[in-house]
Nanobody, 121 residues
Framework: QVQLVESGGGLVQAGGSLRLSCAASRSIFRLNARGWYRQAPGKQREVVAT???????DYADSVKGRFSMSKDNAKNTVYLQMNNLKPEDTAVYYC???????????????WGQGTQVTVSS
């Protein structure tokens, strides 16, 4: 079964940057990104960035101006560029996407296992 795999997390100091990546575990036809989410310890999963129907991206107020979601269709990879990181950004970050195996077969609303981002003060 094809899975989403997030990578790029790690430990960074406040003010630093990280770029998260999300790709399928093996070759696929297409990856349609839905968004990025995060879950901090003891808290519910929350939206970070979501792709709207018109192709634009909505960001949580807490990350606006600092985070940017993008995708490379040739690589079937979705990215989350995170700049000026703050300790409150510490969380496990998850990618959400539809995985297309062919023009007619897809898996909707797939999630990865997450990647840990820790921001030290």
């Amino acid at each position: 079964q094809v899975q989403l795999v997030e990578s790029g997390g790690g430990l960074v100091q406040a003010g630093g940057s990280l770029r998260l990546s999300c790709a399928a575990s093996r070759s696929i036809f297409r990856l349609n990104a839905r968004g990025w989410y995060r879950q901090a310890p003891g808290k519910q999963r929350e939206v970070v960035a979501t792709l709207t129907n018109d192709g634009s991206t909505d960001y949580a107020d807490s990350v606006k101006g600092r985070f940017s979601m993008s995708k490379d269709n040739a690589k079937n990879t979705v990215y989350l560029q995170m700049n000026n990181l703050k300790p409150e950004d510490t969380a496990v970050y998850y990618c959400n996407a539809d995985i297309w195996y062919s023009t007619a077969a897809f898996s909707s609303d797939s999630w990865g296992q997450g990647t840990q981002v820790t921001v030290s003060s």
